[in-house]
């Protein structure tokens, strides 16, 4: 095996009305990233703006793009002058009433690697992403770039251990997750806890059934709800690197703004897969009911 290292970072931070405040602070926690030696920079999801998700409200389609687009000619811009990997996060507009919430990958040249449209689309009090977004179409596929194969996911994917595995069957090096959660304040301490644990407990356990690296990187702050129904989102940050058996390289606070670097090294999956042989072990010829909804 050749040893593959890949030093990686993830831009963690709270966001305001002012788009330009957000881009401005996004565009310095990655250059802050770079300066560090990271070569594959994660944002979180829906970078650019609040987290508009929490009410239905027709305005909210004005903050959509193309791709290309602005998100994708100045991060590719920064990208190239960085010479970096960077996995943004856009509301993307894609036709007249068909929008999507996606990632994007620019690559250390700054040309568009590749899109991931989120498959999986929540409709939960101060999550109505089903009224934004139609779901992805593009299916589980990893984008191929100057560091390798990414598994791009977007947040509500992560908890979904079928994107995680079509991801690394299709020969992923890494698992990434953009994401927008948090607690609802009106949730005792204990609710919020469990909460927060089985978001990286699931995650984790991603990368140790698929023996991949996972990059998950999350919001922080409050945000509130613009209706007044309820009393907002605390975003819980908690961004975290974890390695092939799961185990945590980096880990970021629940409050504050932060670059979280690490190094993965990507020649471990091979080493993890042929002592947990996993995928060898699969019984593909018992999995048909895994098509069906419910097994009744």
């Given amino acids: 095996m050749n040893n593959k290292d890949l030093n990686v970072a993830l831009v963690q931070h709270s966001n305001t009305g002012d788009v330009q405040h957000n881009l401005n602070k996004t565009i310095q926690g990655i250059k802050d990233a770079a300066s560090e030696g990271a070569k594959l920079i994660v944002l979180q999801e829906l970078h650019c703006s609040l987290y508009f998700c929490q009410t239905e409200d027709t305005d909210c389609f004005d903050l ?31 036709a007249v009433g068909i929008y999507h919430n ?33 779901p992805g179409d593009i299916g589980f596929e990893p984008i191929q770039t100057s560091i390798g194969k990414l598994g791009v996911l977007v947040c509500w994917d992560q908890w979904f251990p079928e994107a995680a595995r079509l991801m690394a069957m299709a020969g992923a090096d890494v698992l990434i997750y953009p994401t927008a959660i948090g607690w609802d304040k009106r949730d005792d301490a204990d609710e919020q806890k469990r909460q927060l644990d089985a978001w990286v407990i699931s995650q984790r356990a991603h990368a140790v059934a698929n023996g991949l690296p996972v990059i998950s990187c999350n919001r922080v702050g409050l945000e ?52 947990w042989p996993f995928m060898r072990d699969r019984r593909i010829d018992h999995y048909s009911d895994l098509l069906k909804i419910y097994r009744d």
Wanted: charged residues 25%.
């Fill in 102 to 134: 996606t990632a994007v990958v620019m690559d250390s040249d700054g040309s568009i690697a590749g899109k991931y449209r989120k498959m999986h689309i929540p409709d939960d009090p101060g999550f109505y992403e089903k009224f934004y977004f139609t």
């Fill in 64 to 94: 959509a793009e193309t791709i290309p687009g602005p998100s994708t000619n100045t991060f590719g811009e920064l990208a190239k002058e960085l010479k970096v990997v960077i996995v943004l996060s856009l509301f993307e507009k894609r």
């Fill in 224 to 275: 509130l709800d613009p209706s007044g129904q309820s009393e907002g989102i605390s975003f819980w940050g908690n961004s975290f690197i974890a390695g092939p058996q799961g185990e945590i390289l980096a880990h970021a606070g629940d409050s504050d703004d932060q670059i979280l670097t690490a190094n993965v090294s990507l020649s471990r999956s091979e080493s993890v897969r042929r002592i």
